[in-house]
């Protein structure tokens, strides 16, 4: 499996972008995906999740009503949509996938397998 994340860019505080992460190799519909960050000086943190057939969403408090997580099947692609971008946003965003993880997990980046190389997201203030 192999994912390759986009989008990222800069912004003004307020502003929005659209985050890719387009997937490739022995990946289907039942595998999870998320996204993750990590910003300067800080953790890598959950972002949002969605959960592979069922297509349940799950977000941090943090983006909670600014950012949605969507996917494409017939694309093997998800997405992120972030609106209303703050300073703190500012991070560089990892996809992520997984598959056969139980749903409580979801949120913990050390259930994903795969990762993507990141795209960084600048938001100016």
């Known amino acids: 499996v192999q994912l390759q994340a986009s989008g990222g860019g800069l912004v003004q505080a307020g502003g929005s972008l659209r985050l890719s992460c387009a997937a490739s190799g022995r990946i289907s519909r039942s595998y999870d995906m998320a996204w993750f960050r990590q910003g300067p000086g800080k953790e890598r943190e959950f972002v949002a999740a969605?959960?592979?057939?069922?297509?349940?969403?799950f977000y941090a408090d943090s983006v909670e009503g600014r950012f949605t997580i969507s996917r494409d099947t017939a694309k093997n692609t998800v997405y992120l949509q972030m609106n209303d971008l703050k300073p703190e946003d500012a991070a560089v965003y990892y996809c992520a996938a997984r598959t056969g993880q139980i749903l409580s997990t979801i949120r913990y980046d050390y259930h994903y397998a795969y990762w993507g190389q990141g795209t960084l997201v600048t938001v100016s203030s």
């Open positions: 969605i959960r592979g057939n069922g297509g349940s969403k």
